[in-house]
């Protein structure tokens, strides 16, 4: 989906919860924020097929370990360089569309983008931990390409999440990004489970 699309689609959020007031119910901003951050997923899984057939290959989908997988249809061992390519494509475009968000001027706040900030940020924070190390893990695949080492990987990703939550954190339009105030007024950092 091009960005504009996706701006577009957060756009009546903005216009409606005006740097979250007190109308946006939680049920209204979670699901606008959940939207936001599946889109940013979607968005890292549809680069990895453009980028995929953009090299040659041909990707399927699978399972591995029960977890949806895109498969490149390239083989890393002969073309090393088009799996590293098709590996770092999803954090890329996440890390571009963030970048984009943060750059390009327009009303922002809104919890669709939100979302779609919280969704690339997460996903490089879990690909650069828990995730760094697995079967179909981006960032063991880009290392096993002998481009760059996992440590490399990291530290380019990582730096950019960052800078990207750095400048949010700065940005009156994103009050309250990485804590909410709760009804009471209290802020609330954290999650919270229920039974």
């Not at 041909?58 to 399972?63: A, I, L, Q, S, V």
């Not at 073309?79 to 009303?107: M, N, R, Y």
């Not at 009156?172 to 609330?188: E, I, K, M, Q, T």
Request: positive net charge; charged residues 20%.
């Amino acid at each position: 989906m091009p960005l504009a699309a996706l701006l577009a689609i957060g756009a009546p959020c903005r216009a409606q919860d005006s740097t979250l007031s007190r109308t946006t119910t939680r049920a209204s901003y979670w699901t606008r924020f959940t939207a936001g951050a599946v889109s940013s997923i979607l968005l890292h899984e549809a680069a990895h097929i453009a980028t995929s057939y953009a090299v040659g290959g041909r990707p399927t989908f699978g399972f591995d370990d029960f977890r949806p997988t895109i498969y490149s249809g390239i083989n890393s061992h002969i073309e090393p360089h088009k799996q590293f390519l098709f590996s770092a494509a999803g954090l890329t475009v996440q890390s571009l569309l963030d970048e984009a968000i943060l750059d390009v001027p327009h009303d922002r706040g809104g919890v669709f983008e939100r979302g779609l900030l919280g969704g690339g940020i997460g996903t490089t924070v879990f690909y650069l931990t828990i995730g760094r190390r697995g079967t179909v893990s981006d960032v063991d695949f880009m290392a096993r390409t002998h481009a760059l080492t996992k440590t490399q990987i990291t530290l380019i990703f990582g730096a950019v999440a960052l800078e990207h939550s750095i400048r949010i954190a700065r940005d009156p339009s994103y009050a309250n990004f990485f804590a909410r105030l709760s009804a009471d007024g209290r802020v609330r950092l954290g999650v919270r489970l229920k039974r």
